[in-house]
């Protein structure tokens, strides 16, 4: 076995003890084939209010601006899937990667270990971890190094695995033993396009942020355009329909991860409770929630739009 077979051996060995449910691994390159694509994305503006897209042009789709002499992308994939549910039928709705705790803190925390763990099996080398907050295309690397395919809803899917999973990396200057993409197997399956109640889809494979409830409802700081109003479906953070009638997320498992376990505070809330919701109660009951980012003003902002429209 060489020495790149090795590494590449341990590091996979390790991926999966630190409880990443797939750990795939590409060249670290220009990104040649998304430069146009990401490009005209944002001459549309499908990126809407999120200008930090804009930015750092070349570092997104150029790792080694980003670490030094890097050579690899070692992408990560964690689950966070489950099966359970807000207890009031009727109540606002929040997308299932918050149910738990923000996992830009959980991951990174897990991250660090992991590339502890690596330099002490390995020996040292150069390398970042990264989720989901710097100019890396997540999805794109995910794709090359062989976690799934992105979705005609832009979501990367895995054949085994679904893809309700957050995605993480490390860029590193090891040489290691690369891995080849996956086929697209959405097919002819339109039904993420067909439930969006807002048409963010616009198309396969291309989504226009402005009229996304998860951009909605987390990213945009303004007023919700009264367009959408009616349209909302109670989703109050985030939104999972793309997602939920995915046929791949029938293979989804449940996640067993202590941190991304919801509280019975929050799946007890009512409709009524969310409207009633203090200031003093968002902060104990969204302690550690990356509800957080929308602020309390923020989510009540959405309560409000998605009260006052139906």
């Known amino acids: 076995m060489t020495l790149k077979s090795k590494r590449t051996k341990i590091i996979k060995t390790e991926a999966e003890k630190f409880g990443f449910i797939s750990c795939g691994i590409s060249k670290a390159e220009f990104l040649e084939d998304h430069a146009s694509n990401l490009e005209k ?36 994939s964690f689950n ?29 925390n897990k991250l660090n270990k992991l590339l502890s763990s690596l330099k002490n099996k390995i020996g040292d080398f150069n390398a970042r971890v990264f ?10 690397w995910a794709e090359r190094s062989g976690l799934g395919w992105v979705g005609k809803n832009t979501l990367m899917i895995s054949k085994k695995k679904g893809s309700y999973f957050f995605l993480a990396e490390i860029i590193c200057d090891l040489e290691l033993d690369y891995d080849i ?32 409830i ?6 945009l700081k303004d007023s919700i355009p009264k367009q959408f109003e009616n349209k909302m479906q109670d989703w109050i953070f985030g939104c999972d329909i793309c997602q939920d009638v995915c046929p ?37 009951v969204f302690k550690n929630s990356p509800i957080k980012r929308a602020n309390f003003k923020g989510l009540k902002k959405n309560i409000s739009f998605i009260k006052n429209s139906n």
């Open 131 to 140: 989720v989901d907050s710097a100019p890396v295309m997540e999805r794109a």
């Open 248 to 284: 791949w997320n029938k293979f989804s498992k449940e996640n067993e991860h202590a941190l991304f376990q919801p509280s019975d505070k929050f799946l007890n809330m009512k409709k009524n409770d969310w409207i009633e919701l203090t200031e003093e109660t968002f902060k104990k």
């Open 80 to 108: 966070y899937y489950t099966k359970k549910k807000q207890l009031d039928p009727n109540s606002f709705k929040v997308s299932k990667y918050a149910f738990g705790n923000d996992y830009h803190f959980v991951i990174k």
């Open 41 to 76: 994305w944002l001459k549309k503006n499908y990126n809407g209010k999120m200008s930090y897209m804009e930015r750092n042009f070349d570092k997104r789709l150029d790792p080694r601006k980003l670490v030094q002499d890097s050579k690899s992308v070692i992408s990560l």
């Open 214 to 219: 998860s951009y909605l409802t987390i990213e």
């Open 181 to 212: 993409p996956v086929m697209d197997h959405c097919g002819t399956c339109t039904a993420c396009i067909d439930a969006c109640p807002t048409d963010a889809i616009i198309k396969p494979y291309v989504l226009d942020s402005n009229k996304c």
